[in-house]
């Protein structure tokens, strides 16, 4: 990978965007060092321009982004890097540099939300003593949760038939958990379908 520092006084931009969600997350500037470190350390380090020195990106907040892939635009002058953040992006508290939420991304942040209080073992968490329940009571509530959604749909009462379609996707990512697949794995079928 050739980046052209020299063409832009040696500093790129670099877009972050997570790597599930593709949302953007944030702008940033990296001279050959900062690249260089990202490279080694796995974690997305900036020239900072009003520190005047090398910052990773969470190294006060604790809200790193963890590189997973690094590209280089077709002018070999500006850098996008997908990344797995850690906790919101923004030194504003936010997801993003701009604030905004995206449905895809608190989907998945759902789908993490659901993950923890199952891997955590929370006692007091519904989704948890579903998942205990197993793969035959998850899967007949996902089913009840599907037929309540076809009723609804029939209705013209569409409060109602949001409400119930939230249920189905809240149940079917429990259900996704209990059989081991991630929402990525069930997005590559149909990305792999839609060619």
């Known amino acids: 990978m050739k980046i052209d520092f020299d063409k832009t006084n040696g500093l790129v931009p670099v877009i972050i965007q997570n790597y599930k969600t593709l949302q ?5 500037y990296m001279n050959a060092e900062a690249f260089e470190k990202t490279k080694a350390e796995g974690k997305v380090t900036f020239f900072s321009r009003s520190k005047n ?3 990773t990106k969470g190294e006060e907040s604790g809200n790193f982004l963890y590189v ?3 590209m280089v635009d077709c002018d070999q002058d500006t850098l996008l890097i997908k990344a797995d953040p850690v906790g919101p ?7 993003t540099c701009w604030g905004d939420e995206t449905a895809k991304g608190f989907v998945y942040d759902l789908e993490a939300t659901i993950n923890k209080k199952i891997d955590e073992d929370d006692p007091n968490s519904y989704t948890n ?6 793969i035959n009571k ?3 509530k ?12 029939k209705d013209d009462n569409d409060d109602l038939f949001k409400n119930e379609a939230a249920d189905l996707l809240y149940h079917y990512l429990i259900l996704l958990k209990v059989k081991g697949v991630e929402l990525e794995d069930i997005e590559g079928v149909l990305k792999e379908r839609s060619r």
Do not use: N, P, S
Not at 89 to 95: A, I, P, V, Y
Not at 129 to 134: A, D
Not at 142 to 153: L, Q
């Open 89 to 95: 992006t923004c030194h504003k508290g936010t997801t």
């Open 68 to 70: 997973k892939e690094l």
């Open 129 to 134: 003593e579903l998942f205990k329940r197993g």
């Open 24 to 28: 953007v997350l944030m702008l940033g």
């Open 53 to 55: 020195r090398l910052w």
């Open 138 to 140: 998850v899967a007949q």
């Open 142 to 153: 996902v089913g009840e949760e599907a037929v309540e959604v076809v009723i609804e749909a």
